[in-house]
């Protein structure tokens, strides 16, 4: 059982979880990271001005030792990543994972939530009900010419990778990102300015993009306002690109809303967005999501597809055919995993 009480959480054990960062040791959180987070190249400074600049962090706290961590990166609405969850092996990992994880669920609760992890956590993220994504992406490096980050190529599927039922026809609903007839006399400027930005014109597009009901435009300004990274293209006037990404500024990074006007798909719009995105966040492990339709575009510009990526879905009572376009069955593993 977990009593809650002015930002403290604690249970049955020792153990105390809090969401206040300003009683923590962060060298503490340093040396847990680097033990049993899945990196061994934290650096102090770096991983305080993460947990600080997240949207949310929890730690547990056992009397004086920090023997698990948490963080997220949010957008508040529909997106968030959890990441550098870390828990020793000297407590009773099981209950200090499902706990943390909890509560991550609970703070965004209806929303999107993604995570990815070390393979010693697979069966507990499963056991809170997430499953392993199927279109997670990282960003490490320089676009177009990406290295691994810190040597980790067995979390990664080789470049273009395509489970069986993608060789199939995307399900209905779903934009299939189609190569456009090549316009002519284009003439396109980027930027990341919010400034003369016309909300509903990215309300509109993004609608148009990803084939959904168009949304609030007062919500869209709220999201790409609150992004830390924001990227508009243009063509002359006319609105045809977009993106916003949320950051520590440090060490994660998380791209959202890529959208292209399907009418200029094909001149590699999307590609050079993310370039723009992706070299604000220089040094960062950068991250992205995409639908079903939208992986083959990923597969074929060399980003790293992620075997260690894990979906807590916002609705789970979706369609089958739509399920399997998004994550993979409870307990799946890789061959080399078993």
Request: proline fraction near 3%; hydrophobic fraction near 35%.
């Amino acid at each position: 059982m977990i009593i809650i009480f002015q930002g403290i959480y604690t249970n049955k054990m020792s153990i105390q979880y809090t969401d206040d960062s300003n009683q923590i040791d962060f060298c503490k959180v340093t040396n847990l990271l680097n033990t049993f987070g899945g990196e061994e190249t934290n650096e102090v400074h770096q991983v305080m001005r993460a947990f600080l600049d997240s949207a949310y962090a929890v730690y547990a706290i056992d009397r004086d030792e920090v023997v698990g961590v948490c963080r997220a990166l949010s957008d508040d609405l529909e997106w968030t990543l959890v990441s550098d969850l870390a828990v020793s092996d000297q407590t009773d990992r099981e209950e200090v994972t499902g706990t943390l994880l909890r509560m991550f669920i609970e703070r965004f609760k209806g929303q999107e939530i993604f995570t990815y992890a070390d393979s010693a956590y697979y069966d507990l993220l499963e056991a809170q009900g997430f499953f392993r994504s199927k279109n997670s992406f990282t960003v490490s490096g320089e676009v177009g010419n990406l290295e691994v980050r810190a040597g980790k190529e067995a979390n990664f599927l080789p470049l273009g990778y395509r489970f069986e039922h993608e060789y199939e026809k995307v399900p209905k609903g779903f934009p299939s990102h189609a190569v456009s007839e090549q316009k002519e006399d284009i003439q396109l400027r980027y930027t990341d300015s919010r400034d003369g930005i016309d909300y509903e014109e990215v309300a509109e597009l993004l609608a148009n993009a990803f084939q959904h009901s168009k949304k609030d435009s007062g919500i869209i300004r709220t999201v790409f306002e609150g992004s830390r990274f924001v990227q508009f293209a243009f063509d002359r006037d006319r609105l045809i690109g977009c993106a916003r990404a949320e950051s520590d500024g440090v060490r994660q990074g998380l791209i959202l809303n890529v959208a292209v006007d399907p009418a200029y798909q094909g001149h590699h719009l999307g590609m050079e967005i993310i370039s723009r995105l992706s070299a604000q966040m220089q040094g960062e492990n950068i991250f992205l999501n995409t639908h079903p339709g939208g992986v083959g575009f990923y597969n074929r510009t060399g980003f790293r597809r992620n075997k260690n990526a894990f979906l807590y879905p916002a609705h789970p009572d979706m369609p089958p055919e739509v399920k399997r376009g998004f994550y993979l069955p409870k307990g799946y593993r890789y061959i080399d995993e078993y």
